[in-house]
Antibody, heavy 122, light 107 residues
Framework: QAQLVESGGGVVQPGRSLRLSCAASGITFDYYGMHWVRQAPGKGLEWVAVISSDGGNQDYADSVKGRFTISRDNSKDMLFLQMNSLRTEDTAVYYC???????????????WGQGTLVTVSS | DIQLTQSPSFLSASVGDRVTITCRASQGISSYLAWYQQKPGKAPKLLIYATFTLQNGVPSRFSGSGSGTEFSLTISSLQPEDFATYYCQQFNSYPLTFGGGTKVEIK
């Protein structure tokens, strides 16, 4: 059974950095294109970033471009999101999600992780 | 960016009711639309992809229709476990975008 488990969330001051992780199990991770999607408290869903199955291609939402970096380690079935220069508006639950499609071609998301909360506050 | 507008944003209904949620895209997206259900404190769950196709394990009371810019999700007979928030998502192009959500509550 496919399972994605995020970790690394917490409270951080504006301008600081945080690295999120997502551990995959029950799937052939290196067949999956992977994404980060976030949800601010009480708000809707916002796509953040995508990475291809081999890690060679990435794309980002304009709101995080230049500040966030998505990466993966297929040898460990792990996905990461390095978040720098954090802003209060980055406060959200961050979900990792994927699909068994190796490229960054747009698709839907399944499975999803349970999410990890990032709070940016002074 | 492609904007998705869901209506209504809030819906009050009774068990057994037929419910329809609409998602309108700011430009044509062919059939590149998915629907998700989200319950409080939980991750979204994929219900339907490519406008019509029911994800494995999703009850047949859920159905999707539409093309181009107008799409809908229908629940033929609302069950207690269906009270949740529903989101549409386009995968025609990046950035991937979601509708603002429709919260379905018990009347």
């Amino acid at each position: 059974q496919a399972q994605l488990v995020e970790s690394g969330g917490g409270v951080v001051q504006p301008g600081r950095s945080l690295r999120l992780s997502c551990a995959a199990s029950g799937i052939t991770f290196d067949y999956y294109g992977m994404h980060w999607v976030r949800q601010a408290p009480g708000k809707g869903l916002e796509w953040v970033a995508v990475i291809s199955s081999d890690g060679g291609n990435q794309d980002y939402a304009d709101s995080v471009k230049g500040r966030f970096t998505i990466s993966r380690d297929n040898s460990k079935d792990m996905l990461f999101l390095q978040m720098n220069s954090l802003r209060t508006e980055d406060t959200a639950v961050y979900y990792c999600a994927g699909l068994r499609v190796p490229t960054t071609i747009p698709y839907w998301f399944d499975p999803w992780g349970q999410g990890t909360l990032v709070t940016v506050s002074s | 960016d492609i904007q998705l507008t869901q209506s209504p944003s809030f819906l009050s209904a009774s068990v057994g009711d037929r419910v329809t949620i609409t998602c309108r895209a700011s430009q044509g997206i062919s059939s590149y639309l998915a629907w998700y259900q989200q319950k409080p404190g939980k991750a979204p769950k994929l219900l339907i992809y490519a406008t019509f196709t029911l994800q494995n394990g999703v009850p047949s009371r859920f159905s999707g229709s539409g093309s181009g810019t107008e799409f809908s999700l229908t629940i033929s007979s609302l069950q207690p476990e269906d009270f949740a928030t529903y989101y549409c998502q386009q995968f025609n192009s990046y950035p991937l975008t979601f509708g603002g959500g429709t919260k379905v509550e018990i009347k």
